[in-house]
């Protein structure tokens, strides 16, 4: 990128933000067409700073910025329609996408498709609808999104359509295969739920809590041990 080139009214989300010399701000955008990218906000913690009530994280916005290293400048933010903000349990589950979105992304790798999905997730959740689904299907789209190729509807070994009567482990970087005798740790899934979290129905209790084993296993192994503490204080939350 240019070191003059700047970038005007793009759609964009906070992800993180931490304190930068004594009155600025780096904080982690990810953006419709630009991915996600690092930017320094000048005087952001200013008392007056026109920045400082708006870089909020789960608040569309319209960002203009310039430079051409990997930290650029934040020149303008405003909203971009707003909506309610995430509290409780809701805001959590924010924290956790936006930690999701900070580990597994790389910087300035655009995804017009994960921001569609990222974006109605966090709408999802400041309605106040179920979690749980909310959860899923963001799971999901992130690691279709990032090529990691999460195929649910077909046996990785034989090709043969999933029988949704029939058990199932997921071998990672492969696919479903039949539950074998030496399956270890592996969480079983049922072919049904394999077929409904292609389908994006997430409707059966059963899908609920199959897919999430699942999924938290496939996170987990693209982590590489890395710990998720908004999963953490999550979890210290809901046994108080």
């Known amino acids: 990128m240019s070191q003059k080139q700047r970038v005007d009214q793009q759609p964009g989300f906070v992800l993180h933000t931490h304190p930068w010399r004594e009155t600025s701000l780096i904080v982690e955008v990810f953006s419709r067409d630009h991915g996600r990218v690092a930017l320094v906000a000048k005087g952001a913690r200013r008392p007056m700073s026109a ?34 903000l995430l509290a409780g349990r809701a805001l959590m589950c924010g924290y956790y996408l936006n930690e999701l979105m900070v580990r597994l992304t790389a ?74 005798e030496d399956a270890g740790d592996l969480p079983a899934t049922s072919g049904q739920t394999l077929l409904d979290m292609e ?16 999924l938290r296993m496939l996170i987990n192994h693209y982590l590489g041990g890395q710990t998720l503490q908004s999963r953490r204080v999550l979890k210290e939350l809901l046994e108080l």
Do not use: N
């Open 107 to 180: 910087r300035e790798d655009p995804h017009a498709v994960l921001f569609d999905a990222y974006a109605r997730a966090i709408a999802t959740l400041g309605r106040g609808e179920p979690q749980e689904p909310v959860l899923r299907r963001f799971e999901l789209a992130l690691l279709r999104e990032l090529g990691y190729g999460v195929g649910l509807a077909s046996d990785s070994d034989s090709g043969a359509p999933l029988d949704p009567s029939a058990a199932y482990v997921y071998i990672i970087e492969r696919g479903p295969v039949p539950v074998p």
């Open 51 to 84: 920045l400082r009530g708006v870089i909020m994280a789960f608040q569309p916005l319209l960002l203009d910025w310039s430079g051409g290293g990997e930290m650029k400048t934040l020149v303008r933010a405003e909203r971009c329609g707003g909506q309610p």
């Open 199 to 214: 389908r994006d129905d997430f409707s059966r209790p059963e899908t609920l809590v199959q897919s999430k084993a699942l």
